[in-house]
């Protein structure tokens, strides 16, 4: 392939030829200029066609494995058939984020200030290499911050040592006698219905802990 100093040279020898004829010049420029555009137009066209046909591909399998799920659904009984669709409704909402709920929100506040009173400190502990867990976190403050005379503090941990398989881990000294601030929290959580468990891991910070973790 010629090399940019060979076109530099040839330029040189041949710009007396191009000062001559300064329209016949112009006129092969054009044409370069077309024959560079035309390349560059098919090779793009050759670059979406090529993708254009993955997504077809891949259209053409989602088709087919809704029509498979379809085809699986019409030929189940109706019991086994909304047993499967809830099994993969489950399925979709593990994959979401956690939230609480306006619901969950609702009955933490009144049962925040129901049972509030008394002074005691909550800390909520998440950890960082969980992806929902701030978002969750956030939530969780503010719904206990309805608790009157409580004191809520945060923090994150990467990789706690103890942590509840289901991400809520309502920390206490001992699961068989809480603490009324454990009891109070541990009402909460349970008239709210969020899934929790108890860990037996006292925070040196706070008479209540909270951490939250990803799901196992």
Same mark, same amino acid.
Not at 55 to 75: C, F, G, P
């Given at each position: ?5 060979? @076109?530099?040279?040839? *330029?040189? %020898?041949? &710009? !007396? ?11 092969? /420029?054009?044409?370069?200029? @077309?024959?560079?555009? *035309?390349? %560059?137009? &098919? !090779? ?11 997504? /077809? ?160």
């Amino acid at each position: 392939m010629p090399s940019l100093q060979w @076109f530099l040279d040839h *330029l040189a %020898q041949e &710009w !007396a030829v191009i000062q001559g004829a300064p329209a016949l010049a112009a006129a092969y /420029a054009l044409m370069a200029t @077309f024959v560079i555009w *035309l390349i %560059q137009r &098919w !090779a793009f066209g050759t670059v979406i066609t090529h993708k254009d046909g993955k997504i /077809a591909h891949l259209e053409e399998r989602l088709k087919m494995r809704d029509d498979q799920l379809t085809n699986k659904l019409q030929s189940t009984p109706p019991g086994e058939a909304q047993e499967l669709i809830r099994t993969l409704q489950t399925q979709i909402d593990a994959m979401k984020p956690r939230r609480l709920t306006d619901t969950q929100k609702a009955s933490i506040a009144r049962t925040a200030i129901a049972r509030g009173g008394g002074s005691y400190s909550l800390t909520i502990i998440r950890d960082m290499a969980s992806a929902d867990s701030g978002a969750y976190a956030n939530d969780l403050i503010h719904a206990f911050g309805n608790l009157q005379g409580w004191t809520i503090s945060s923090g994150a941990a990467i990789g706690p040592g103890r942590t509840a398989p289901c991400g809520l881990g309502l920390c206490v000294h001992n699961r068989s006698n809480l603490n009324p601030g454990e009891r109070i929290i541990f009402d909460i959580l349970q008239s709210a219905e969020i899934d929790f468990e108890m860990i037996e891991l006292v925070h040196p910070d706070a008479d209540v802990g909270l951490m939250i973790s990803a799901k196992l």
